[in-house]
């Protein structure tokens, strides 16, 4: 599903974000990317959403050469990978059923399907009572659920998640841990970055390790180390 | 989530027929929506698109009055000749027969004595002195022939015949030209060409002002709307998606412009032409503008409309394209 060979990242002033890095996630995979600030987690996601282009090295993504990628096909590219951030990104002018709804006006759904679909989603998510509020008016747990229902809206591939439980207590991290292994059963790929221990060892999933750009460790079911 | 892939297998097939209409009524009801929410800003950027279309208006509808004046003063040179009274009737239509084969002459009247005392009491009913006047004397007016020339610039062949000395002795008084006329025109001609050259300059440079002001008002757009733009791109919105209702909000503000502009002249024309009693305004006829104005008054919404949305399209895409840096 995720294939990464050799992929170095070079930005002008500092030295590599990312050296060599190579990995290869299957379909339906649960990885979890552990690494400090500055490790490369982000690099790494940036690559994938096409944000910034590797100085070197071969991307594949759901079967798209990110060589062969022309600009137009970027918009369609992002389409097709779910994405969800640490500060929710959310927009603070539309009710929770508008921001998930967002997502598939870019995309060009009729507006009956639209009105169709996003309900189903905030179900997944538990926050059909939320629907028309905004986003100032949840707490930041429920806001992370939204933005992750406007990431899986469209049915993605693949989900990346940078750091979603970066701003949240520790019970609200786990209603949106456990809203992603819901995502996952449902056959979708997720990719995961945090910083905490308790998820990672809660979650029992695989775990790739970055330190200084470079991938020092990758376990079938890993435990928390750095 | 099966449930959900079955509608969309569903309505797969239709999607894709109205996809781009969808995307396109989104971004017009996307610029509507960001036009609502900008009317501060955009208040500023339509006030002077307003005046440059305003400019713009004037500017065409005194063009046309200017060539109207000319025309109508160019309509009125003409040659007179003054016959002696004793110049027979032969004599007379020998002349006009005379005149009537020189190339340049449209048409030779000919107006009697009675006729001359006629028109003259006729301009001065008002003055009864001047009246009582001619009245006690025998009547002094000479019979005349009042030549329309073709083209008023080239009255030498005319000359040349009246000037023969033959031609001459028929002649009570000196042959009026409408020589001082001609220069006055002259005159007129050649302001109106400096006005249209000055008119076409202060259209440009106020465009250019106005596009200025788009441009800093889709800049600033883009800055407080960055958030919402930079989720755009990340959710995969096409830049076309993006771009395309800063677009129409500008085209909304030229439409807004040009009416507002309308509504102002129609209303500066209908209390000038009121409060001046249709009167002429030295060159300007200011009648003449604004039943032009009046005639015109759909080409003229439809050029102003026209030219606020160019010059809002142009500027907001140039504007977009250089601060919406979508990769």
């Not at chain 1, 996003?118 to 659920?145: C, F, I, M």
């Not at chain 1, 998640?161 to 992603?180: C, R, S, W, Y």
């Not at chain 2, 301009?123 to 006047?133: I, P, T």
Request: aromatic share 8%; hydrophobic share 45%.
């Amino acid at each position: 599903m995720i294939l990464l060979d050799r992929v170095t990242k070079t930005y002008n002033t500092r030295g590599s974000a990312l050296e060599r890095v190579s990995l290869h996630v299957e379909p339906k995979e649960f990885v979890i990317i552990v690494g400090q600030s500055g490790a490369g987690k982000s690099t790494l996601f940036k690559l994938l959403t096409r944000e910034e282009k590797p100085t070197s090295g071969k991307i594949i993504v759901g079967g798209m050469d990110y060589d062969k990628l022309r600009d137009k096909d970027i918009p369609l590219l992002r389409r097709k990978i779910g994405v969800v951030f640490q500060d929710f990104k959310l927009l603070s002018d539309r009710t929770v059923s508008e921001n998930v709804a967002f997502a598939l006006e870019i995309a060009g759904l009729p507006t009956a399907e639209i009105k169709h679909t996003v309900p189903k989603v905030l179900d997944v998510v538990n926050l059909k009572s939320k629907e028309n509020n905004y986003p100032r008016e949840l707490s930041g747990g429920e806001r992370q659920r939204v933005a992750i229902a406007r990431a899986i809206v469209r049915q993605p591939k693949i989900l990346i998640a940078d750091e979603p439980t970066g701003n949240l207590d520790p019970k609200h991290a786990f209603d949106v841990i456990k809203v992603l292994e819901k995502i996952n059963q449902f056959g979708t790929t997720v990719l995961l970055t945090t910083h905490n221990q308790e998820i990672v060892n809660y979650l029992k999933r695989r775990v790739v390790t970055i330190k200084d750009g470079k991938i020092i460790s990758d376990r079938a079911v890993g435990k928390y180390k750095l | 989530m099966s449930l959900k892939k079955k509608t969309r297998a569903k309505t797969n097939p239709k999607m894709k027929q109205d996809h781009k209409f969808i995307t396109l009524e989104r971004i017009f009801k996307n610029g509507f929506v960001n036009f609502g929410r900008n009317i501060w800003l955009a208040i500023a950027a339509m006030a002077m698109m307003g005046i440059t279309l305003t400019i713009l208006l004037f500017a065409v509808v005194a063009n046309a009055t200017f060539s109207h004046t000319i025309t109508d003063i160019t309509s009125h040179i003409d040659v007179s000749v003054y016959l002696k009274d004793n110049v027979t009737n032969k004599q007379r239509n020998d002349l006009i027969n005379n005149l009537k084969s020189i190339d340049n002459i449209q048409a030779v009247a000919y107006i009697s004595k009675d006729q001359a005392l006629k028109n003259y009491r006729g301009q001065n009913l008002n003055n009864k002195e001047l009246l009582a006047a001619i009245s006690e004397t025998d009547n002094p007016l000479p019979a005349s022939l009042v030549i329309s020339p073709k083209d008023p610039n080239k009255l030498a062949s005319i000359k040349d015949y009246l000037d023969k000395p033959a031609v001459k002795s028929l002649q009570s008084d000196p042959t009026s030209y409408s020589g001082d006329r001609k220069a006055a025109i002259d005159k007129i001609a050649k302001a109106t060409h400096f006005f249209r050259q000055a008119g076409i300059i202060g259209i440009i440079v106020f465009i250019f002002i106005s596009m200025l002001i788009i441009f800093n008002t889709i800049r600033m757009t883009i800055f407080n709307r960055r958030d919402e733009l930079v989720i755009m791109r990340l959710l995969g919105a096409t830049p076309g998606y993006i771009r395309g209702p800063f677009v129409v909000e500008t085209m909304l503000y030229g439409v807004v412009a040009a009416i507002v502009s309308l509504v102002i002249c129609g209303g500066l024309f209908a209390v000038a032409s009121s409060t001046l009693q249709a009167s002429s305004l030295g060159l300007l006829d200011i009648k003449y503008s604004g039943d032009y104005f009046k005639k015109n008054l759909w080409l003229i919404l439809t050029t102003q409309i026209l030219a606020g949305i160019i010059i809002g399209a142009l500027s907001s895409t140039i504007a977009a394209r250089r601060y919406l840096r979508l990769r």
